[in-house]
């Protein structure tokens, strides 16, 4: 398995993202795949996540700013990210085959190495 996160950056408040997991190795189209971030000095929480019939569900803090979508034929999940927040900044990992699709009971089984989004106030 392999996940591959890219689309992080600096941005400004108010501003724009798209990060994007490019996965391979195993039948991405079958599974619950997530989107999680981790901010310094803090735990590791679950952001988005779409399952196979592509029903999302999202943290509350993301809800209505934060999209998440994926493309079956490319094996390619998104994260569309709008009206961000200083306090979005954090490290953003893809994963794979959650069990439970949702942010809070999500166990991943495989994880990315992250993309950093930095968003400045």
């Known amino acids: 398995v392999q996940l591959v996160e890219s689309g992080g950056g600096s941005v400004q408040a108010g501003g724009s993202l798209r990060l994007s997991c490019v996965a391979s190795?195993?039948?991405?189209?079958?599974?619950?795949m997530g989107w999680f971030r981790q901010a310094p000095g803090k735990e590791r929480e679950g952001v988005a996540t779409?399952?196979?019939?592509?029903?999302?569900n999202y943290a509350e803090s993301v809800s209505g700013r934060f999209t998440v979508s994926r493309d079956n034929v490319m094996s390619i999940l998104y994260l569309q990210m709008k009206s961000l927040k200083a306090e979005d900044t954090a490290l953003y990992y893809c994963?794979?085959?959650?069990?439970?699709?949702?942010?809070?009971?999500?166990?991943?089984?495989?994880w990315g190495q992250g993309t950093q989004v930095t968003v400045s106030s």
């Open positions: 779409i399952d196979s019939d592509g029903t999302t």
């Open positions: 994963a794979s085959d959650l069990g439970p699709c949702t942010v809070d009971a999500g166990t991943p089984l495989d």
């Open positions: 190795g195993f039948t991405f189209s079958s599974v619950c």
